[in-house]
């Protein structure tokens, strides 16, 4: 079901819910998913307070929720405010949300929200309107609500001499710092804890053909999957999932493959989400990880 309704202070959101979860995505700015979680429950995605109902800013906005960018990450033009009204369209379950074309780059994008009674499917597309064509990669971006643990998965790991090739990158930032106690790494897994009191930044990417991120919160686990191309070239030294985080929230990217892009052409990105309630990770151990998440 979709609704249109008002919140955190902007009159023009649709509500996208069924009986146990809704979405709330914005209009009079955007496009942005500004809330996700269950029907009278927490929002998993952070807000800042300061920015909710706001628009018009000459600068862009963190403002929360769930964003579209483009990769790589170069001042300004993936910083291009999407501070202005954009165009919706309702659709038999959910809302296409087009921006208009950014002056700044020339590039129009938008995101697409449909809930289907198995989780949400969010489509990406960045369209060139630029009268030359530029090289790019669609990059999406869950800023999480602070106070919860970040989870990703590597590939399917294997013993030694029998898999002697390498399976993929750990890609690190000037700022990473493996030594700080937020990060957690098992065998399968890596652990990025959101501490609230913990301000310095931190941030790693990996490679994953069957991306998975996901994001405990008190109980409510919130998980997204992407299916990444091992034959396309990645941003960041090949990254198709990246992790930052610092005392505000904590963010879960996936990226799609660099693309050349000719006038008029859209490169498209496809998450799969899922909301998940009463979970409980008794030990931060593959087993109990492979568990909570579903898989082998």
Same mark, same amino acid.
């Given at each position: 079901?979709?609704?249109?309704?008002?919140?955190?202070?902007?009159? !023009?959101?649709?509500?996208?819910?069924?009986?146990?979860?809704?979405?709330?995505?914005?209009? =009079?700015?955007? %496009?942005?998913?500004?809330?996700?979680?269950?029907?009278?429950?927490?929002?998993?995605? *952070?807000?800042?307070?300061?920015?909710?109902? /706001?628009?018009?800013?000459?600068?862009?906005? %963190? +403002?929360?929720?769930?964003?579209?960018?483009?990769?790589?990450?170069?001042?300004?033009?993936?910083?291009?405010?999407?501070?202005?009204?954009? +165009?919706?369209?309702? @659709?038999?379950?959910?809302?296409?949300?087009?921006? %208009?074309?950014?002056?700044?780059?020339?590039?129009?994008?938008?995101?697409?929200?449909?809930?289907?009674?198995?989780?949400?499917?969010?489509?990406?597309?960045? /369209? !060139?309107?630029?009268?030359?064509?530029?090289? #790019?990669?669609?990059?999406?971006?869950?800023?999480?609500?602070?106070?919860?643990?970040?989870?990703?998965?590597?590939? %399917? /790991?294997?013993?030694?001499?029998?898999?002697?090739?390498?399976?993929?990158?750990?890609?690190?930032?000037?700022?990473?710092?493996?030594?700080?106690?937020?990060?957690?790494?098992?065998?399968?897994?890596? $652990?990025? /804890?959101?501490?609230?009191?913990?301000?310095?930044?931190?941030? #790693?990417? #990996?490679?994953?053909? *069957?991306?998975?991120?996901?994001?405990?919160?008190?109980?409510? @686990?919130?998980?997204? +999957?992407?299916?990444?191309?091992?034959? *396309?070239?990645?941003?960041?030294?090949?990254?198709?999932?990246?992790?930052?985080? !610092? &005392?505000?929230?904590?963010? #879960?990217?996936? @990226?799609?493959?660099?693309?050349?892009?000719?006038?008029?052409?859209? $490169?498209?990105?496809?998450?799969?989400?899922?909301?998940?309630?009463?979970? =409980? $990770?008794?030990?931060?151990?593959?087993?109990?990880? &492979?568990?909570?998440?579903?898989? =082998?």
């Amino acid at each position: 079901m979709i609704e249109r309704v008002s919140y955190g202070g902007w009159p !023009n959101c649709f509500r996208i819910f069924n009986d146990d979860v809704e979405l709330i995505v914005t209009t =009079d700015v955007g %496009p942005r998913v500004i809330r996700y979680g269950f029907i009278g429950g927490q929002n998993l995605f *952070k807000e800042f307070a300061d920015q909710m109902g /706001r628009s018009g800013e000459a600068t862009w906005q %963190p +403002r929360g929720g769930h964003r579209i960018w483009m990769a790589p990450e170069i001042v300004p033009d993936t910083y291009a405010p999407d501070n202005v009204p954009v +165009r919706a369209r309702m @659709l038999g379950d959910g809302v296409e949300l087009v921006a %208009p074309v950014e002056p700044e780059t020339g590039l129009e994008k938008s995101i697409v929200v449909e809930l289907f009674s198995n989780g949400v499917k969010v489509t990406h597309r960045i /369209r !060139n309107a630029a009268s030359s064509a530029r090289t #790019l990669a669609p990059w999406a971006l869950s800023m999480m609500a602070p106070g919860g643990v970040g989870i990703a998965r590597f590939p %399917p /790991r294997g013993t030694h001499p029998e898999d002697l090739p390498p399976t993929n990158p750990l890609v690190m930032w000037a700022f990473t710092d493996l030594s700080d106690p937020r990060w957690t790494f098992t065998k399968k897994y890596l $652990v990025l /804890r959101q501490d609230p009191q913990s301000r310095a930044p931190q941030k #790693l990417g #990996l490679f994953n053909e *069957k991306t998975v991120g996901a994001y405990l919160l008190g109980s409510d @686990l919130f998980v997204k +999957r992407y299916d990444a191309a091992p034959s *396309k070239t990645y941003p960041d030294f090949g990254a198709s999932y990246e992790t930052f985080t !610092n &005392d505000g929230f904590l963010e #879960l990217e996936t @990226l799609g493959p660099l693309e050349g892009v000719a006038t008029g052409g859209v $490169v498209e990105h496809v998450e799969r989400w899922s909301l998940h309630g009463a979970v =409980d $990770v008794a030990e931060w151990t593959d087993a109990e990880l &492979d568990r909570v998440l579903g898989v =082998d």
